[in-house]
């Protein structure tokens, strides 16, 4: 693991915090888990809990106070646009997979990013319901609760383990049928992509909008891992736009990546 030297290593050190608020996030997020809370919706198909709003100050306290001259950006504080003009700035989704919180399941997690030049530094994506604390630093791995993790190693589409919503695969739209595939779903976009990057699932597909907040994180624990994501076109992925919003999403290991990206490339979404 990637640790402070004592030698100015800003990387190591900016990890060694955000592991710290996260833990933290964490056992607060567990404290409102299966109990009585208030929750509402932002707006259509878009609830929110008054644990999100707790897990989301927490970590804001924690990180910008720690780190003043740092940008923020966060699912659940108003975007001032102040990141872009920042040279690092931390991503955050208090808790990814509101709904599954809601509901009880265990299929939701903090994911936290820090960008810089619209690449994620830093990334941990951790699930406290089943202690799953996925982390990497660009350029040095990536681990799941202390261990190296890597994407597996299938290379046909046929029989993967697809994290997604299996209906999706029969629309009418497909040129061509999708052969069979065993499916896992999971409402937390993170923990879809960092199942893919311990080799738990072989790949993700979503081919609605999701937000900064809900990739940037996973998607650098899924390159650390050996794995690709991109949009379904094949698109880079970067996070450093006016607007948070990315069109889709495939991630994979690089080969069965490539035989995705033969199915999915030409397709055309609504704007």
């Not at 003009?85 to 997979?97: E, H, L, M, Q, R």
Request: glycine residues 10%.
């Amino acid at each position: 693991m990637p640790a402070a030297n004592g030698h100015g290593d800003a990387i190591a050190d900016d990890l060694a915090l955000l592991r710290q608020a996260v833990r933290e996030g964490g056992a607060l997020a567990l404290s409102f888990y299966k109990g009585d809370f208030r929750s509402w919706t932002k707006g259509a198909n878009d609830p929110v809990t008054e644990a999100d709003l707790e897990v989301n100050d927490l970590l804001r306290d924690r990180l910008r106070g720690a780190r003043p001259d740092y940008g923020w950006l966060s699912e659940e504080t108003e975007d001032d646009k102040s990141r872009l003009t920042a040279s690092k700035f931390w991503v955050v989704d208090p808790i990814d997979g509101t709904r599954a919180f809601a509901k009880g399941k265990p299929h939701f997690a903090i994911s936290v990013a820090l960008v810089s030049g619209g690449i994620p530094l830093i990334g941990i994506v951790f699930n406290p319901a089943t202690d799953e604390f996925f982390e990497a630093a660009r350029g040095r791995g990536a681990w799941l609760n202390g261990q190296p993790i890597h994407v597996g190693s299938r290379r046909k589409v046929e029989g993967c383990r697809m994290v997604a919503h299996p209906p999706m695969f029969e629309h009418k739209a497909w040129p061509e049928r999708w052969p069979p595939m065993d499916f896992i779903e999971r409402n937390s976009v993170a923990y879809r992509i960092a199942l893919v990057a311990c080799g738990a699932a072989d790949a993700v597909i979503a081919l609605s909008a999701k937000n900064d907040w809900d990739l940037a994180a996973a998607h650098l624990i899924l390159e650390e891992a050996g794995g690709l994501l991109t949009a379904h076109d094949g698109h880079e992925i970067r996070y450093d736009g006016a607007t948070t919003h990315q069109p889709s999403l495939v991630g994979a290991n690089p080969v069965l990546h490539a035989g995705i990206m033969a199915r999915t490339a030409m397709l055309r979404l609504p704007s």
